[in-house]
Each structure stands twice: as C-alpha cells, then as structure tokens.
C-alpha cells in the first residue's frame, strides 16, 4: 500500500486572525460556520500551545480540507505525546484524506513519535501496521532499522513486509542484508517481493 511522503500543504493566508483576539475566542471561532474562520482561529491557536487538545477536538469532526491542513499544520507545531495519541486514533478513520494526513503530520513529529509507532507494529489490523511502518521510514530516528528488521523477522503478512522493505531501502544499514535474504527464502513465491528485496540490498551495498 503506497503512501504518499509530503508535508501537509501550506494553508491559504485568507483572514489571518485579529491581533487583538483573545484564546476564549478563537476557541469559539474554530466552531465557525465559516471555513475561513475556522482556518484563522487555528492558525492564531499555533502560540498557545494549551489549546492542542481543543484544536485535536476540531479535527475529529472538521470536514474543509483547508480548515484540515491548517489544524495539521499547527498540531506539527505544537507536538506532544498528548498530540501524537490523538492523532493515532486516525490511523484507523475510514476518510482516506484524514487518514494520509495523520501519516503525513507523525512522519513530522520526528522524536515523539517513536514509542507510539512502535507500539503499532503489534496492532491486530495489518494495516496499521503497514501506517506504523511507512511513519516510522520516513523518521530520523537511529531506532527505525532495527525495528523494521525486526519487522522482517517477525511480521507474517506479506504486506507489511513489503512496506518494511520498501522503508528499508531509504533507511537500511548493512545489518539488515541477513534478515532481508531470510525474508527472500520465505517468501519465495511471492515474485514482487523478491524483486523489492533485490533491489533494497544492491540499494544498502551501494549498488
């Protein structure tokens, strides 16, 4: 299952909030029958980190896609494990939009996001576990090989093993060259992930 890596879109600047507005406010804004409004009351919520909780709130139930990207925007800014949590939840929404843009935004929350994801790699739905593998690719984090060899060890959908290979590509060590040819042997009929095992190796080696 592709993902797309790209940062959330840069939201338009249409109706910045007033200086003057206050946090009870802008609160109440972000409940705006206008969507322009919404987007200026999150926008202005970015220094005043108290509210993630209310701006979490609002992208539960938030359906503008720009009003979206700026409440993704801001909720980067303001990073926290409380962030990161609420936004796990989305993993499992059956918006797609919602769903790539809570990938999108952990795959930002570099050193807080970590232990969450690496949580998921035991999730019961395999494909939580294929979101919890393209975050944790696309993170700097020195733990990421060596949980996505353990993936390759361990996972036994064929799926979630080829997302692992796939972020291994970007991110493998030469450590990983022994749990990717065992992954060959036993799923040798499985032709495009041989293909993807090759292919990552030459990658690792250099090639």
Do not use: Y
């Not at 206050?22 to 409004?37: C, F, G």
């Amino acid at each position: 299952m592709a993902l797309l890596r790209a940062k959330p879109s840069a939201p338009p600047e249409s109706l910045p909030a007033a200086p003057g507005d206050d946090r009870a406010s802008l609160l109440a804004n972000l409940h705006s029958p206008e969507p322009a409004v919404r987007r200026g009351a999150a926008r202005a919520l970015t220094s005043h980190p108290e509210a993630a909780m209310a701006l979490c709130d609002r992208l539960d139930i938030e359906t503008s896609p720009s009003v979206r990207a700026v409440l993704f925007t801001v909720l980067i800014r303001q990073e926290s494990p409380a962030v990161v949590a609420r936004l796990l939840v989305h993993l499992r929404s059956d918006d797609a939009a919602l769903r790539n843009g809570t990938i999108e935004a952990l795959q930002e929350m570099r050193g807080t996001v970590t232990p969450h994801v690496r949580d998921l790699l035991d999730d019961p739905d395999s494909d939580v576990r294929i979101f919890a593998v393209n975050i944790l690719g696309a993170l700097c984090d020195p733990e990421t090989p060596a949980l996505l060899v353990d993936v390759l060890r361990h996972e036994p959908h064929v799926n979630v093993c080829a997302a692992a290979v796939d972020a291994l590509a970007e991110v493998g060590t030469p450590d990983a060259i022994e749990a990717l040819e065992a992954l060959r042997t036993r799923f040798g009929d499985e032709p495009f992930l041989t293909f993807a095992i090759d292919t990552t190796i030459r990658r690792i080696r250099g090639g």
